[in-house]
């Protein structure tokens, strides 16, 4: 089995849980010490990659200019990794990366909007980079789709596609038969990156590389958002149990994710009931606030309206339809 290459995410994704407010001097102190534990590459910044440092994502503590400046001459032995939203991140974005010596560029869209991020994943490997193509929520459609969308990414130029389980949704047989179909289907590496909401993530990633990926996303401690990450110091020794080579030293991330990463974090990662409501209906995060307001508002208890949202396969972007899900729910509920 080749070497499965770990992203340490604890201070892009973590940024969501430190509401982006990560210092750029915290940063770069957490960056060094990563960078001895073996990960083959670090990303940080602002939780919703370059350029989403803005009023519609929420404002980070600092630029991402400044993020780079401290922490990308820390790392000496990672590579840096960054992640761009269309739409959101611009060639602009990638300029600055590639000033900084980045060397992977992770372009992410919805799975069925993938073609969103042709003229990204083809400018990036024009550029040099890496090109990763990252596809979320892949677990609400048929593994037929998940392929085909993984082919599109794979004719834009992608030489990684990775699948996302960015609602901590699929079990580990579903995240098994995607990541295998898409192995068949497709001649580059896959990468899986999961999130903890049904307690699944190290499960998930573990089914992942059983399938054949190669790419695997961990935070320290799964520092991540919602109800994090697959923890990177757990899965490394679960790889070691497994016989299945990482390069993580396993007792030096144990000792970093303690010392350095414990003390900044506003609280133990935990599954609260509303992050395993979203895992349980396969409903992305964002419309958590949505469904509460809109049970306040009609009457509705907002667990229903997220499992209705769940079974009609909703995603990001289209947080308004709770309205109409609460209304006839209520509707519903006084014609009985």
Known sequence: MAKIKIFDLTLRDGSHAKSHQ???????????????TGVEAIEFGHGNGLGGNALQYGFAAASDREYMEAVAPVIKNSSISIIILPG?????????????????????????????????????????????????CAGIIPVKDTVRYAQMAESYGAEVIYLLDGGGYQLPEQTYERIAAMKKAV???????GHNNLQLAVANSKAAVEAGAEYIDCCL????????????????????????DCGIDLYKTMDIAEEYLRPLMPRPMEVDNDRIMLGYAGCYSSFLLFAQRAGAKFGVDPRDIIKEIGRRQCTEGQEDICIDVAYALANKKANK
């Not at 990560?22 to 001895?36: G, S, V, Y």
């Not at 401690?221 to 149990?241: M, Q, S, W, Y």
């Open 88 to 136: 959101v991140g611009t060639r602009h974005e990638l300029n600055l990366a590639k000033e900084f010596g980045a060397k992977y560029a992770r372009l992410c869209t919805q799975i069925t909007e993938v073609d969103i991020a042709e003229q990204h994943i083809k400018m990036a490997k024009q550029m040099g980079f890496i090109p990763i193509s990252v596809l979320p």
């Open 187 to 193: 001649d580059v590496p896959i990468g899986f990156h």
């Open 221 to 244: 401690k799964g520092f991540g958002a919602g109800a994090g990450n697959c923890p990177t110091e757990i899965f490394a020794a679960v790889l070691d149990r497994m016989n299945i």
């Open 22 to 36: 990560f210092t750029p001097e915290q940063m770069a102190i957490l960056a060094e010490q990563i960078d001895k």
